[in-house]
C-alpha cells in the first residue's frame, strides 16, 4: 500500500502510439494493468493489482465526474472522459479515457476495461477549467454528498447549455 502522495505539480507525458489498458472488479479494484500503465504511473504490477483504481487519481479531479463515469458504465454502457491521473511520486498525467464494461455469461456487468490515449491539450484546456469549478462547488459543502449533488448538477447544467449530451460535449473537444 502506498502512503500519502502529495502533487508536484510536474505534468508527465506518454506517447501518442501509447494505449494505458486496465480492468477493475465491480468494485474498482485493478485486475489488470499493462506496462504502459505501470510505466507511466510509476508502480510495480504487485503495487496495483488488488488496489482501488483510485490509487492513480489526482485530487484535481472533481468527484462529479467519477460519478457520472461510474453511472453510466452500471447502465452497461461505454463512456469517454478527460482525466488527470498523478503518478506514485506525484507527478500528473493526462488522459482521455474509454471505460467500457465487461459481461459475465448472463449479460450482467461482471467488471470494466479502461483504454486510456493521449488527449488533446485543446480538450484538456477546455476542461480543466470545469474541473476546477466542479472541484470548488464540491469544497463549498460540508457535507461531500452534497457537493457531489451540486456539483454534479453544474456539470449536467453545463453540458445542457451546450445543447448536447455528455457524450457528444467530450467527443466534441
Known sequence: MVGVITPTGIERYFDASDIIVSKTDL???????????????????????????????????????????????????????????MT?????????????????????????????????????????PLYADLLRIEATYKNGKDGLSASFRHLQDVVKSRGSSYEEFVLAL
Open 27 to 85: 468494485k474498482g479494484r485493478i485486475t489488470y494493468a499493462n506496462q504502459v500503465f505501470l510505466k507511466i504511473a510509476g508502480y510495480s504490477e504487485a503495487e496495483v493489482v488488488g488496489q482501488p483504481h483510485r490509487i492513480i487519481r489526482h485530487p484535481d479531479m472533481p468527484r462529479a465526474i467519477f460519478k457520472f463515469l461510474w453511472d453510466v458504465v452500471f447502465e452497461g454502457r461505454e463512456v469517454f472522459a478527460y482525466v488527470k491521473n
Open 88 to 128: 506514485k511520486c506525484g507527478d500528473h498525467y493526462w488522459v482521455f479515457a474509454h471505460v467500457t464494461p465487461s459481461f459475465d455469461p448472463n449479460g450482467g456487468v461482471a467488471g470494466f476495461h479502461s483504454n486510456r490515449r493521449v488527449p488533446k491539450r485543446s480538450a484538456i484546456e477546455a476542461v480543466d
